[in-house]
């Protein structure tokens, strides 16, 4: 391909136009010389390199500050920064280089970015503990996090240029992290992009099918809108109300994941849209406004009792303001109502973008801010070994629902729902938690397990009597009290463990054992303990009986030799041991033929878009795509997956289970059947039907082909009369 360098020069430097235009209003004296520095360093560092799209690499940075500038509203150090962002990690320029050229702050921040960049393609070390360096990173200046983000949402945006495992890499660990981050932070815009553009390269054919859905049903949606809106406009003029009045349909993420979470289809989701109402308020009236729509609406729609959210009062804690009801519309059917101000739809829609607009309301955003990040910090200097437990931990937090509760003195605390007394407890603080016996809540006694509601006064009962317990963990759902118990446990153990070490010692003594180092390793790998703790704390509870030293002892003088473990395979292991005795699947990036195990959790069949993992004991696993475990395991262990692609269609057949939904007519059993015995070369392995009150559901396992012999019998299942509804299921069950 030729390049036309001058072409390309006049490209990046119009590109670099658009960028000062988008941040001009919010740059002061001196700031756009500073940008331009940036802007020439960034250039001249990285002037040989391209990206794999071909295009020079200093789009990509340009690209990111422009992100950050329009996106998420960031000044002149966090668009120096963002044009700095993958410098030191890739070209020559030394950190020192940054600090003597923009200052320690902005050589501070590009430095967390260096810290956290190589999370996909450091296959050595596990993904969590990357996410924890994410994390942690992120509590010390909030501009890394927002940073990545951006960086994170240009490469998702030009991901087509990447190979197949890569693209599904990055879609998942953007699903299973940063999409999240990006919602905690309030940037809303931006974390539905992230998930739609998660989901195109994880579950592509579902991404297209709704969006196909989505904009077919358009039309209707607007009808239907017109209609909602029809009564009021009048009425809410006539108060003096400005406003704006338009459906919001839900993210094609967001159908995705309410039709998997739900098992339902696409025309089964009731609240494909919401009706939002923006107002125009001066900020003093702004509540009050808001509740006299909600007063007009409800005049001419009906409201459900149960349905209605008001985060005006009491916002999120991501500052997530607005007054949510659901209404009974114009035909028969349930539609939420979202009333808000422009304001509050702005920082909805843009968070820490929208601050500096609305100054008052941002101290106290940027307080909640504060103290979330704070809680951050806190839990990661409790460092926990097991760096994934962590992380789920962390993420339940993530993504759970908010409650408010309070103190005895009328404390607020904001919660996750379902969390307990005990969670609370922790909440106020950690010896208050340990020592946790119960709690009153609205004046009752309460068990420590109680799960605490919405609105409830807990006065926490403690003892110094008590100390945490194992059962403990199983009903505290914060992860501040999870790893705060977790610690407490392993304390305790640690104390326990002391007294079994003089056990053990006198133990060995007497079988005339010397207690080195050496010889307690031993006796621990010949017990299958991981540790020498671990040995001391059976000790001490009495569980190391001299029957077991004795054998030790003769096991030392005689051993039987034993097989070796492979404790951990690897690509070239399992490479040169396990040559394929089979053609259906290529593995690998050179795309070779290995054994491997079809994942019971999916069932993978040809056709599917599928991945290997390489599993500790038992090869390399082949899972779908879009298995439920998939962004786990990718995004946790992407060292660990490897390319899977199927090759040639010869005739072997694989497991499949289809779910039948329909009315129970005359005979629709037997015609099922029937469609599936004339089908060519398919066998039956189990089939199971159930019929009540005139509904009928069957589950059929089948051995097919592959994806297009499994479609063509679902086509014609569905011709069946009776039949509804026909889908693949994931699981046996
Ligand atoms: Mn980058």
């Known amino acids: ?180 981050l990006a919602h905690r932070l309030g940037l809303n815009t931006i974390k539905t992009e992230l998930e739609n553009l998660g989901l195109k390269y994880t579950d592509t054919e579902a991404y297209n099918e709704i969006g196909t859905k989505l904009s077919e049903s358009e ?126 739809d702005d920082l909805a829609e843009n968070g820490y973008a929208a601050h500096w607009k609305y100054k008052d309301s941002a101290a106290d955003k940027e307080s909640k801010l504060e103290s979330w990040l704070l809680k951050i910090k806190e839990m990661l200097e409790n460092p926990d070994p097991n760096a994934l437990e962590f992380i789920d931990d962390f993420k339940l937090n993530l993504f759970s629902d908010e409650m408010f509760v309070f103190t005895p003195k009328g404390d607020m605390k904001t919660m996750p729902v379902n969390a307990t007394a005990l969670d609370f407890a922790f909440e106020i603080h950690t010896k208050v938690g340990e020592h946790c016996i119960g709690a009153k809540v609205n004046h009752k006694l309460v068990p420590l397990s109680h799960e605490l509601s919405s ?29 705060k118990i977790k610690n407490s446990l392993k304390d305790q153990r640690k104390k326990i463990a002391e007294e079994g070490k003089d056990i053990v ?97 999916c069932n993978p069949i040809p056709g599917d878009d599928v991945f290997g993992f390489i599993t500790v004991g038992e090869g390399i696993k082949i899972h779908r795509v879009n298995c439920p475990n998939a962004i786990k395991l990718l995004s946790n262990y992407a060292y660990r997956v490897v390319n899977a692609k199927w090759v040639n269609d010869q005739l072997i057949s694989f497991l499949a289970g289809v779910k039948i939904i329909g009315t129970d007519e005359l005979g629709i059993v037997n015609n099922i059947t029937k469609v599936i015995s004339n089908e060519n070369n398919i066998n039956m392995r189990s089939i199971n039907f159930d019929t009540h009150d005139g509904l009928f559901e069957g589950t059929i396992m089948i051995f097919v082909h592959d994806t297009k012999h499994l479609n063509h019998l679902i086509t014609n299942l569905k011709k069946v009369k009776g039949v509804t509804k026909v889908e693949r299921i994931d699981e046996k069950h």
Not at 306 to 331: A, C, F, Q
Not at 570 to 582: D, K, P, S
Request: proline share 3%.
């Open 455 to 483: 609105g409830d006064q807990v006065e926490i009962l403690t003892s110094t009597k008590q100390s945490p317990k194992d059962d403990w963990l199983s009903f505290v759902i914060t992860a501040k009290a999870k790893s």
């Open 219 to 344: 039309p209707e949606r607007k009808k239907f809108i017109q209609k909602f809106i029809e009564p009021l406009k009048d009425i809410l003029a006539e108060q003096g109300l400005k406003f704006k009045i338009f459906g919001r349909a839900k993210s094609i993420y967001g159908i995705y994941n309410k039709m998997k979470t739900k098992r339902v289809s696409f025309e089964e989701i009731y609240d494909l849209f919401a009706i939002r109402i923006v107002i125009d308020s001066p900020h003093d009236q702004e509540k009050s406004d808001c509740w006299k729509v909600y007063s007009i609406i409800t005049d001419f729609y009906h409201p459900s009792p149960e349905r209605l959210r008001d985060w005006i009062s009491t916002p999120k804690s991501n500052g997530y303001e607005s007054l949510h009801t659901t209404v009974m519309g114009p035909s028969g059917k349930w539609v939420e109502v979202q009333i808000r101000t422009t304001r509050m």
């Open 1 to 180: 391909m030729q390049i036309d360098i001058e072409a390309e020069r006049k490209e990046i430097l119009h590109r670099y136009k658009l960028l000062i235009k988008a941040c001009k209003r919010r740059l002061e004296k001196g700031d756009q010389e500073i940008i331009r520095k940036a802007f020439g360093v960034a250039v001249e560092s990285h002037k040989e390199m391209r990206r794999k799209s071909g295009e020079p690499y200093i789009y990509h940075p340009i690209a990111v500050a422009q992100i950050c500038a329009e996106e998420i509203g960031l000044g002149r150090v966090g668009i120096v920064c963002a044009l700095l962002h993958d410098t030191v990690e890739d070209t020559d320029l030394t950190l020192d280089d940054i600090k003597g050229l923009f200052g320690e702050k902005v050589a501070q921040i590009i430095d967390g970015l260096t810290k956290i960049s190589g999370v996909i393609d450091n296959t050595s070390s596990i993904q969590a503990e990357n996410f924890r360096k994410v994390l942690l990173t992120m509590s010390e200046d909030i501009r890394v996090i927002l940073i990545k983000l951006a960086d994170r949402l240009h490469n998702m945006r030009t991901l087509e240029h990447m190979k197949r495992d890569k693209q599904i890499k990055i879609a998942s660990e953007t699903l299973f992290l940063y999409a999240p």
């Open 505 to 601: 010692q006198r133990k060995f003594e007497r079988q005339k054992l010397e207690f080195t180092n050496k010889n307690i390793n031993a006796f621990c790998s010949f017990l299958k303990l991981n540790s020498s703790q671990e040995l001391y704390y059976r000790a001490a509870l009495g569980n190391v009986e001299l029957k077991e030293i004795k054998e030790f002892v003769k096991h030392q003088e005689n051993p039987i030799k034993k097989k070796k473990k492979t404790e951990t395979a690897n690509i070239e292991q399992l490479v040169t041991t396990a040559r394929g005795n089979t053609d259906m699947l290529v593995i690998g990036d050179d795309l070779q033929k290995l054994d491997y195990k079809l994942a019971p959790c």
